[in-house]
């Protein structure tokens, strides 16, 4: 065999070791990248928990801080109506401002759309044709 001959099939074997230390380094690669991935999230998971924690006590300490402000309110109408007049006028204030916040709340829900993502899956979706574009060319 002369040494022409010889040359493309070295050549091959070259490539095929490449092809294959190439794949070998992008698995090895999206491994350490999902292992990298993975202890991010539980970090940030961990940090959200106590965030989310701490703020579900602050709204917990916030309500009772509006009953608080509510029997005060009763309280202070108590001084010069009787305490069930109070009591009621209070809670006819605060079934009005219910009555006109729950509206407002569905119409600002309304505008929201659904909570689909829906720019990124539309940018997601360009992404993959401008992909398969490429692809057959």
Known sequence: ?????????????????????????????VREEMQLARAEMTQKGKRYGKG???????????????????????????LV???WASALIITAVLGIVAAMAAPAGKKQIDRAGPPAPEQTIDSVKADLAEIKEKAHR
Do not use: F, N
Request: charge should be negative; charged fraction near 10%; glycine fraction near 10%.
């Open 1 to 29: 065999m002369s040494t022409a001959e010889r040359q493309p099939h070295a050549a091959e074997d070259s490539l095929g070791v490449l092809v294959t230390r190439a794949s070998q380094q992008i698995s090895e690669l």
């Open 52 to 78: 989310g924690g701490l703020v579900g006590a602050s709204g917990l300490i916030g309500v009772l801080a509006l009953q608080a402000l509510v029997a005060t309110c009763i309280a202070v109408l108590a």
């Open 81 to 83: 109506l009787p305490v």
